[in-house]
């Protein structure tokens, strides 16, 4: 008789692994691939909906999802964009068009301010893509240390207005037993030293707090009011560890249970697990396949210069002249 009263239960299995459906990104100006805040993300059948906060996150979680649901995205200013939902892939970016043409310069009285980007990065290189058509992959980079970049600017004298990094919240892998959308690190802003051709001085040191699992993050540090004095300098980034920023990993992995009386080993399949720590950054493989950066870590408070990395960076820093 038992059999009988577990059918219906089995029957009610699709339901309930399928009675919430989440959805999450990040929404972007189309034309600056800067992040979007206030943008409504709704579920049109679901009748739900959220606003992006300042990275242009947001996260939509239905109870009750629809056959054939359409997520709409919607702001003053900006074309509407409705995506179907059977159309979703996690983590994507959505790009909405503005309706006006924005100026990339800003006239103050008759003097032209001028905004450069180095080493800038699109959306598309931090999204890892894999289809039967094309493959990009991205690469993490998680050191539990201190990563710094070069930059070389056009001049000297140039504002530092943001910092740009690419990041994932972990790594897309059943070997990690625990994902954490919360994250802090230090920001750090070197001159180079002139004789070693390494960070030197430091200009900036800022600590930033993520609560969302955006892969794109903008950093505004224009009140810091930094001047890069010459072409060369460095940004860092710092990892903080405590337990703020703790991923535990887990991994199987074959361990001796017991020997036999012929002194035969006999083995068993045991769980190991150990600690990593946020932010994964991202590197991601160039056009070329040729990063352009140099990169340096610290190692007991003295810095070295990284060659086994394949990857670019993703990290930009935007001045104004």
Sequence with gaps: MTKYYLLPLLLLLPCLCFGQADFEGQVINKTTEMP??????????????????????????????????????????????????????????????????????????????????????????????????????????????????????????????????????????????????????????????????APGEVLLKKEISLTDNAMRIDIDVSKENIIIPGQNFFVAIEWLINPYNEIILMMSATKVDRVTRKGQQVYKDATNYWVDYQPFLVGYYREDNKPNSILYTSIDKKWVELTDYSTELALSATLIY
Excluded: C, W
């Excluded at 996690?90 to 790009?95: C, E, G, L, N, T």
């Excluded at 493959?135 to 201190?146: D, E, G, L, N, V």
């Excluded at 504002?159 to 990041?167: A, D, E, H, N």
């Design 36 to 197: 979007i805040l206030g943008v409504t993300v709704r579920s049109l059948k679901g009748k739900i909906a959220t606003q992006t906060n300042e990275r242009g996150y947001y996260s939509l979680s239905n109870d009750t999802p629809q056959p054939n649901d359409t997520l709409q995205y919607s702001y003053v200013g900006y074309k509407t964009l409705r995506l179907p939902v059977s159309a979703y892939q996690p983590k994507m970016f959505i790009a909405l068009e503005p309706l006006t043409i924005q100026l990339n310069e800003v006239r103050i009285g008759n003097s032209k301010k001028e905004t450069i980007t180095l080493s800038s990065f699109s959306a598309y290189d931090v999204k890892n893509i894999i289809s039967d058509i094309a493959s990009k992959s991205t690469q993490m980079i998680a050191r539990q240390t201190t990563v710094a970049k070069r930059f070389t600017a056009p001049k000297p004298d140039g504002l530092l207005m943001r910092v740009s990094l690419g990041r994932q919240d972990h790594p897309a892998s059943p070997s990690y037993a625990t994902k954490n959308s919360l994250t802090k690190f230090l920001l750090k802003v070197y001159k180079q030293n002139a004789l070693t051709g």
